[in-house]
């Protein structure tokens, strides 16, 4: 009786003392996303989406813990508990909404439009646009627009990574890229012979931190410290350290 | 039956007539991709490995560094090669190449072919060598030349103890092309993923496409057995 009571108390001693140190938080990342996420020269995690989060846990008293996951298994991940937040430029969209929990946004870019030096086609002339090769991140917003604004008109080619798309861009077996803007400012736009063309596109209502459905709390939290970082200046500092300008909703 | 099963389309919005088309599209790619890359890589593959077991090193040892490539990495690499590789090359653009590579189709189709031919050249080649010395000193016997022993004695047994090895490599070649999808071409995978992708469902959409996979398996699987009892039926007990 007193082996089982004592093996009782240990497990319970055990339950309370992980539900007391469970305050670690796993974000997850999809890198190289730059400027958002990426490993600098040293092979550390930085970019504006690490140091928000960083600056997150800290306002929330939280202990976090970053997770490298590829997009495709982002939201898959989340629900089998591999990690507890997502803060890869999720954008927020109503199908996903359905899946995961979102924060208040967080940011919000346009998708840009970028081509090999000479290409001088309205992207938003139908006509002109007929049968050339416009690539997109599959699952993006950019992959939705164009997929609900120009099917059966251009050849959408949907690419797992920005990177492969970058390169059938340069290997001339893409036209357009429609990506979004600041990575392809970052990895296109530097580029000698290529440009930027067309109007920017505002897409949706930005990016939020994806959660599990249940985790309201958490939620709760990261609005609150979001909400904080916004207002004392920290995100703005975190900002311009990435951007000329203004990402911030 | 179809009742049900148009009820059924109306109440979910996963399996929609857009979505069911789509997957159909990518039936059709991954077929017509697996069947070309196994037909061409098949043709190539016989002389190869008839050639391979010439003594001749110089004849035998460029065939064997060929399948030794191409065994020796993975397909996904050798696809990555051709595919991004062949963009890289200066001027490439300005050929009349560029008309074939500049599609994701035929890049695939290359790299599944090299790869699905230097498999059956050694399938073939091991079928070839293990045939009974007797049947062969039978054949010098009677005076047939090494063309006429090839044709008539060689080849027909060596392709009943490939065939069950070559059946293998046939399904793994259907489940290999399943890669194609990264180089942007919407076969079935690609399909479901492009689906997945819209309704964040991945449990519907892959399983869905898994089904497929096992139905195109099943059929290959069929027409194999069914070849094997023609081949072999010689070593069928006689009152069966």
Known sequence: MKKILIAASCALAMLTGSVQAEDSIRIAFDVPYEPFEYKDENGELTGFEVELAEAMCEEMNAKCEFVIQAWDGMIPGLLARKFDAIMSSMSVTPERAERVLFSKPYYNTPGGWFAAEGFDIDVTDMDAMKDKSVGVQRGTTMDTFVTENMTGVVNIKRYNTADDMVLDLEGQRLDVVFVDYPVGEQTIKNKDGFIEIGESVKLGEGVGVAMRKRDTDLAERVNKALDTLKENGTYDAIMKKYFAYDIKV | ?240
């Open chain 2, 1 to 240: 039956m179809p009742d049900f099963i148009s009820q059924w389309l109306n109440q979910n919005d996963i399996f929609t007539v857009m979505t069911l088309l789509e997957y159909w599209n990518g039936l059709v790619t991954t077929v017509q991709l697996v069947f070309l890359s196994l037909l061409i890589g098949l043709v190539i593959a016989l002389p190869l490995a008839i050639l391979r077991t010439v003594r001749n090193p110089f004849v035998s040892g460029p065939i064997w560094v060929y399948t030794y490539l191409f065994r020796g990495t993975p397909l996904l690499i050798q696809l990555y090669i051709i595919y991004y590789g062949i963009a890289q090359i200066p001027g490439i653009q300005e050929t009349f190449w560029w008309n074939i590579f500049r599609e994701p189709f035929y890049p695939a189709l290359l790299a599944f072919t090299l790869n699905t031919a230097a498999y059956t050249t050694e399938i073939i080649r091991g079928a070839i060598i293990a045939t009974p010395m007797g049947e062969i000193e039978a054949a010098k016997a009677y005076g047939m030349s090494w063309m006429l022993r090839m044709r008539r004695i060689i080849l027909p047994n060596a392709a009943r103890r490939a065939v069950q090895a070559y059946s293998n490599e046939v399904i793994f070649m259907l489940h290999a092309s399943a890669i194609a999808s990264v180089v942007t071409m919407v076969d079935l995978t690609g399909a479901a993923r492009n689906i997945y992708a819209r309704t964040y469902a991945p449990f519907d959409a892959f399983i869905f496409v898994a089904l497929i996979y096992l139905m195109l398996t099943f059929i290959l699987v069929f027409v194999f057995r069914k070849l094997e009892n023609h081949l072999l039926r010689h070593q069928r007990p006689m009152n069966s």
